[in-house]
Nanobody
Framework: QVQLVESGGGLVQPGGSLRLSCTAS????????MGWYRQAPGKQRELVAT???????NYASSVKGRFTISGDNDRNTVFLQMNSLKPEDTAVYYC?????????WGKGTLVTVSS
């Protein structure tokens, strides 16, 4: 089993920044991909950004140029730097880890963008 601990959510004004982090622990053998998804009220969960074990990244079009995902493979940690936040970024952000063939989720951290 793999456990995920997220941190960094909170309330921020439009245009502000937040940094999320997620650390994986437990039976870590070979993490293939770490990433972030989000779910806004009344909407489906959607991909935000992913970071693979070889360093490749992928972003949702809505966050490109504003969010940056990075990883520390030695510490099994993934970060999401969120800049120029907008009210529509308000959601619960979930950490996701794929250690093939298993798929793990964190409990989520709330990000609220409001003035």
């Amino acid at each position: 089993q793999v456990q995920l601990v997220e941190s960094g959510g909170g309330l921020v004004q439009p245009g502000g920044s937040l940094r999320l982090s997620c650390t994986a622990s437990g039976t870590i053998i070979n993490i293939n991909r770490m990433g972030w998804y989000r779910q806004a009220p009344g909407k489906q969960r959607e991909l935000v950004a992913t970071f693979t074990s070889v360093g490749s990244t992928n972003y949702a079009s809505s966050v490109k140029g504003r969010f940056t995902i990075s990883g520390d493979n030695d510490r099994n940690t993934v970060f999401l730097q969120m800049n120029s936040l907008k009210p529509e970024d308000t959601a619960v952000y979930y950490c996701n880890v794929i250690q093939w063939p298993m798929n793990y989720w964190g409990k989520g951290t709330l990000v609220t963008v409001s003035s």
